[in-house]
């Protein structure tokens, strides 16, 4: 497993910008896909994108398609996610995790690491 740490979480207005990082320690980043979930209040873990180990893949909820960009840099150990024309419903807690040596998967259980969360809160 890779130990992972997001940052860049806070509050926003409606239509405004926040990029996450996801920072994770350990010599195999590089072969891990990763993905960042969301949780709001009362609800359920949400896929919201990932990318494969090769940064060559992307794949995103329809929600967040157009306005969210997942990004990775193998050099740095670094994931990212660039979060465009937030909106209210976008609200949640995020988190990052990773998978071992196989393709994104949409399914939380497919994961096995993550991080913390961080807090994103969009006002209206």
């Known amino acids: 497993q890779v130990q992972l740490v997001e940052s860049g979480g806070g509050l926003v207005q409606a239509g405004g910008s926040l990029r996450l990082s996801c920072a994770a320690s350990g010599r195999t980043f590089s072969r891990y896909a990763m993905g960042w979930f969301r949780q709001a209040p009362g609800k359920g873990r949400e896929f919201v994108a990932a990318i494969t180990y090769s940064g060559g893949a992307t794949y995103y909820a329809d929600s967040v398609k157009g306005r969210f960009t997942i990004s990775r840099d193998n050099a740095k150990n670094t994931a990212s996610l660039q979060m465009n024309s937030l909106e209210p419903e976008d609200t949640a807690v995020y988190y990052c995790?990773?998978?071992?040596?196989?393709?994104?998967?949409?399914?939380?259980?497919?994961?096995?690491?993550w991080g913390q969360g961080t807090q994103v809160t969009v006002s209206s």
């Open positions: 995790a990773g998978a071992l040596g196989v393709v994104p998967s949409t399914r939380p259980t497919a994961y096995d690491s």
